[in-house]
């Protein structure tokens, strides 16, 4: 199905990029496409203008800290962070975007386009949450900044509000991290996932089972399972799997990425 019309703008800044979101109730961000262009073609959402982001630099690169922490540009492809030298120091990173979808949609697709879009089958958003991510929000007030777990907020639904831009991921120092999932196909979406990191304790962030990342806790390994199942989680019921079969995915791929995340 062919685009309707809509109106589009190329900033040459972010503070421009800002003002016009932010005058523009029916605006919306275009980061990569992958997902924005589908869902106008289906009809499923109708901005009135597009704000292009690809332009600007400034939401783009790659940065390792002397402690460790690796910040993230929002506009930075999945291709670029699996090809970073700086991100190597979070291997866990460019490992899952080698798994999302195909060449094309590595090549455009960007990491704050997937965290912003948190399809509840997308693999960024639980990775984000398990590796203790900061969000970097810009707006008209200036910039705030949000754990991961207060990032997410509902289905297509972030702490990213109107006239405001995700511009920066800062992701801290760690190497004991670990992904499992279950896909439609090879380079389909999730059916459940899994993400994982280990610093003492265990901390996994699962996805598909809510409408936003599911944190949960255990001492080590082997009790994660048992900690998936306690934690009363209520999966949804689709055509690829029931709700108890996600369940039983939960606690079977949180185990799995403890155990790669420990092995490390």
Do not use: W
Not at 177 to 189: K, M, N
Not at 198 to 221: E, I
């Amino acid at each position: 199905m062919l685009l309707r019309e809509v109106e589009y703008a190329k900033p040459g800044s972010v503070a421009q990029a800002l003002e016009l979101l932010a005058a523009n109730d029916g605006a919306r961000a275009l980061a990569g496409g992958q997902t924005l262009i589908n869902v106008m073609k289906a009809r499923a959402a109708s901005p009135d203008m597009l704000v292009d982001l690809n332009g600007l630099a400034e939401l783009r690169g790659i940065e390792l800290a002397a402690d460790g922490t690796l910040t993230i540009g929002a506009m930075t492809t999945y291709t670029e962070l699996m090809r970073s030298a700086e991100a190597k120091a979070r291997p866990i990173l460019g490992e899952v975007c080698a798994t999302i979808a195909d060449v094309q949609v590595r090549n455009r697709g960007t990491i704050g386009g997937n965290v912003c879009a948190n399809d509840p089958t997308n693999h960024l958003p639980p990775l984000m949450v398990a590796v203790g991510a900061r969000m970097t929000i810009a707006g008209a007030a200036g910039e705030r900044e949000v754990t991961a777990e207060e990032f997410f907020l509902g289905v297509y639904m972030t702490a990213v509000g109107q006239g405001e831009l995700l511009t920066k991921i800062a992701i801290p120092a760690g190497k004991k991290d670990g992904f499992a999932a279950v896909t439609l196909g090879t380079e389909g979406t999730c059916i459940c996932n899994a993400a994982a990191t280990v610093n003492g304790s265990v901390r996994v962030a699962l996805g598909c089972v809510d409408a936003v990342p599911v944190l949960v806790t255990a001492d080590s390994p082997d009790g994660i399972a048992e900690a998936v199942r306690a934690a009363g989680i209520e999966p949804p019921s689709d055509v690829h799997a029931s709700a108890e079969y996600r369940l039983h995915l939960a606690a079977v791929l949180a185990t799995r990425a403890a155990q790669e995340a420990a092995a490390r």
